[in-house]
């Protein structure tokens, strides 16, 4: 069983900078997609940014609203993917999500971090 934890949401200020950080024990993420998800209360889980597999070149996208201002990456040493947020906007307060699949039969969840963006 792969367990996922993110860590590094909080309260940051228009305009500010934050890196959530997606750290995994049990398995490899790095043979595995990672996905990281947000939701608002009311609204479906929204994808923000994903990264593949490394056998499967680790490529990246993003979700519309984030891109040019999120990166995602991994660091396979610390089996950790990140999420660089920056230029944060007050419409990107939400529950951050961690997503880890191994194929389609494999499925795992973090609890999820919270990020507010206000002044």
């Known amino acids: 069983q792969v367990h996922l934890l993110e860590s590094g949401g909080g309260l940051v200020q228009p305009g500010g900078s934050l890196r959530l950080s997606c750290a995994a024990s049990?398995?490899?993420?790095?043979?595995?997609?990672v996905g990281w998800y947000r939701q608002v209360p009311g609204k479906q889980r929204e994808l923000v940014a994903h990264?593949?597999?490394?056998?499967?070149?680790?490529?990246?996208e993003y979700g519309d609203s984030v891109k040019g201002r999120f990166t995602i990456s991994r660091d396979n040493a610390e089996n950790t993917v990140y999420l660089q947020m920056n230029s944060l906007k007050p419409e990107d307060t939400a529950v951050y999500y961690c997503?880890?699949?191994?194929?389609?039969?494999?499925?795992?969840w973090g609890p999820g971090t919270p990020v507010t963006v206000s002044s």
């Open positions: 049990g398995g490899r993420l790095s043979i595995m997609n």
């Open positions: 990264i593949t597999s490394i056998t499967s070149g680790a490529g990246t």
């Open positions: 997503n880890a699949r191994l194929g389609n039969e494999y499925v795992f």
